[in-house]
Nanobody, 121 residues
Framework: QVQLVESGGGLVQPGGSLRLSCAASGPIFSIDAMGWYRQAPGKQRELVAAFTSGGSTNYADSVKGRFTISRDNAKNTVYLQMNSLKPEDTAVYYC???????????????WGQGTQVTVSS
């Protein structure tokens, strides 16, 4: 069973920083796109930052210049460094990955359980 496990969320003051991690495990053959989404109360889930299948990065306009996504392919892990956090960044952050397992050649999307990020003084 493929699992995505996120960590690193928490409570931080405005202007502070957090680093999220997401590790994929299980019968993985390859990982294609991988990234972070977030969902605030009463709002739809939205893209924060992600690596595309071609290896380039996409960022939401609201986080450009403040957040940085990085990836360790050897560890099947993606990170999100979040700096200059604002109250409007408060949300549950979800990891997403498109994975091919060792059992077949289908590309399937997986989600982590989410980690809460709260920015408040």
């Amino acid at each position: 069973q493929v699992q995505l496990v996120e960590s690193g969320g928490g409570l931080v003051q405005p202007g502070g920083s957090l680093r999220l991690s997401c590790a994929a495990s299980g019968p993985i053959f390859s990982i294609d796109a991988m990234g972070w989404y977030r969902q605030a109360p009463g709002k739809q889930r939205e893209l924060v930052a992600a690596f595309t299948s071609g290896g380039s990065t996409n960022y939401a306009d609201s986080v450009k210049g403040r957040f940085t996504i990085s990836r360790d392919n050897a560890k099947n892990t993606v990170y999100l460094q979040m700096n200059s956090l604002k109250p409007e960044d408060t949300a549950v952050y979800y990891c997403n990955a498109e994975i091919v397992t060792i059992y077949n050649s289908r590309l399937v999307g997986y989600w982590g359980q989410g980690t809460q990020v709260t920015v408040s003084s």
